[in-house]
T-cell receptor, first 110, second 120 residues
Framework: QSVLTQPPSVSAASGQKVTISCAGSNSNIGFNSVSWYQQFPGTAPKLLIYENSLRPSGIPDRFSGSKSGTSATLDITGLQNGDEADYYC???????????FGGGTKVTVL | QLQLQESGPGLVKPSETLSLTCTVSGGSIKRTSHYWGWVRQTPGKGLEWLGSIYLSDYTYYNPSLRSRITMSVDTSKNQFFLNLSTVAAADAAVYYCAKHMWLRNYFDYWGPGIPVAISS
């Protein structure tokens, strides 16, 4: 059971928008910034969003992140077939003294 | 462009020590504020942070592994290391090394990962 709760899967048609939630608590998301990662099968996670809403160089603006209270959200707009992957949120938990990841969300393009 | 590469045995016997090396290229491991971390992934537990190290000065370990984990750095070889003692079947995973911006709380460069099996 992950400290950060993500839906196991989300789906939408090509061109549409998906939203992935990451629910935490005051000791993690409520206290620290959130990062998001994209992972394709058999490859390493790739940084998608850091410090809640910033995109590394090369990440399209179709990907956006936000944080409110003890939850964070990753939005993917203009969904493409190439966006089919697993997405993970991550932050630090002060009570656990540990970096924690969400359980991951599989995005499917219908 | 920074690159990381894990190396080590792909098979470890139960109760023995898992030792992995991460070689960093395209940048110095001594760079200020850059921590270096290990993350593993199993189908059952997803992504799990193991620990992060800054030069040889600061180490942070996952409390669940603190009694078994040791990390170190060799700046002359631009490498950092993971030792996990007394391994069991639950330690079988893909192990990733990554550059960890500890203070800003994200991993921005990852190695491709190395699968490690635990079996006698």
């Amino acid at each position: 059971q992950s400290v950060l709760t993500q839906p196991p899967s989300v789906s939408a048609a090509s061109g549409q928008k998906v939203t992935i939630s990451c629910a935490g608590s005051n000791s993690n998301i409520g206290f620290n910034s959130v990062s998001w990662y994209q992972q394709f099968p058999g490859t390493a996670p790739k940084l998608l969003i850091y410090e809640n809403s910033l995109r590394p160089s090369g990440i399209p603006d179709r990907f956006s992140g936000s944080k409110s209270g003890t939850s964070a959200t990753l939005d993917i707009t203009g969904l493409q077939n190439g966006d089919e992957a697993d997405y993970y949120c991550e932050t630090r938990d002060e009570s656990l003294s540990s970096v924690v990841f969400g359980g991951g969300t599989k995005v499917t393009v219908l | 462009q920074l690159q990381l590469q894990e190396s080590g045995p792909g098979l470890v016997k139960p109760s023995e020590t898992l030792s992995l090396t991460c070689t960093v290229s395209g940048g110095s491991i001594k760079r200020t504020s850059h921590y270096w971390g290990w993350v593993r992934q199993t189908p059952g537990k997803g992504l799990e942070w193991l620990g992060s190290i800054y030069l040889s000065d600061y180490t942070y370990y996952n409390p669940s592994l603190r009694s078994r984990i040791t990390m170190s750095v060799d700046t002359s070889k631009n490498q950092f290391f993971l030792n996990l003692s007394t391994v069991a079947a639950a330690d079988a995973a893909v192990y990733y090394c990554a550059k960890h911006m500890w203070l800003r709380n994200y991993f921005d460069y990852w190695g491709p990962g190395i699968p490690v099996a635990i079996s006698s």
